[in-house]
């Protein structure tokens, strides 16, 4: 059995040499660059998409990005937050919340028009709203 007769009374190793340390000092440089290459090699992009809300506006764009960022090669995580959970269920029923929403555009006089949120207030415009966005929806063949 061999015996390590070059360690220090405290039991701990002698420094290396100039020379010896010199050549560590390249071996680690160097494969130390050999490693951080291939783990750039081997790095996949990567997204995180967060889904707050369940309505049928807000479904489509968290979607069409984690898609496109997948077809695109890179590796996507979704969270749904609570609202967001809506959107995961098997059966679909999403509707429109035009309340607050000032990009909300609806086909009024002859032109669409940013929606007033008074006019939201009025009891079934959420279900006029979201019967037209289906309809248009299907007219245009979305998926």
Same mark, same amino acid.
């Given at each position: 059995?061999? $015996?390590? $007769?070059?360690?220090?009374?405290?039991? !701990?190793?002698? &420094?290396? =040499? &100039?020379?010896?340390?010199?050549? @560590?000092?390249?071996?680690?440089?160097? /494969? @130390?660059?050999?490693?951080?290459?291939? /783990?750039?090699?081997? +790095?996949? #992009? *990567?997204? *995180?998409?967060?889904? $707050?809300?369940?309505?049928?506006?807000?479904?489509? #764009?968290?979607?069409?990005?984690?898609?496109?960022?997948?077809a695109m090669g890179l590796e996507v995580t979704m969270f749904f937050t609570f609202y967001g959970l809506t959107l995961l269920k098997k059966k679909l029923d999403l509707k429109i919340s035009t309340l607050g929403n #000032?990009?909300?555009?609806? #086909?009024?006089?002859?032109? +669409?028009?940013?929606?007033?949120?008074?006019? !939201?207030?009025?009891?079934?415009?959420?279900?006029?709203? $979201?019967?037209?966005?289906?309809?248009?929806?299907? /007219?245009?063949?979305? =998926?």
């Amino acid at each position: 059995m061999a $015996t390590i $007769t070059n360690l220090r009374p405290d039991g !701990s190793a002698p &420094d290396l =040499a &100039d020379a010896d340390r010199e050549r @560590f000092d390249r071996w680690f440089d160097a /494969r @130390f660059e050999e490693k951080m290459r291939e /783990r750039e090699a081997a +790095h996949v #992009p *990567s997204m *995180s998409i967060i889904a $707050t809300k369940g309505t049928l506006d807000w479904a489509y #764009p968290p979607f069409i990005l984690a898609t496109t960022a997948a077809a695109m090669g890179l590796e996507v995580t979704m969270f749904f937050t609570f609202y967001g959970l809506t959107l995961l269920k098997k059966k679909l029923d999403l509707k429109i919340s035009t309340l607050g929403n #000032p990009a909300m555009q609806m #086909p009024m006089m002859g032109m +669409h028009m940013a929606l007033p949120n008074i006019v !939201s207030a009025v009891p079934g415009v959420d279900g006029v709203a $979201t019967a037209m966005m289906k309809n248009l929806i299907k /007219r245009k063949g979305v =998926a």
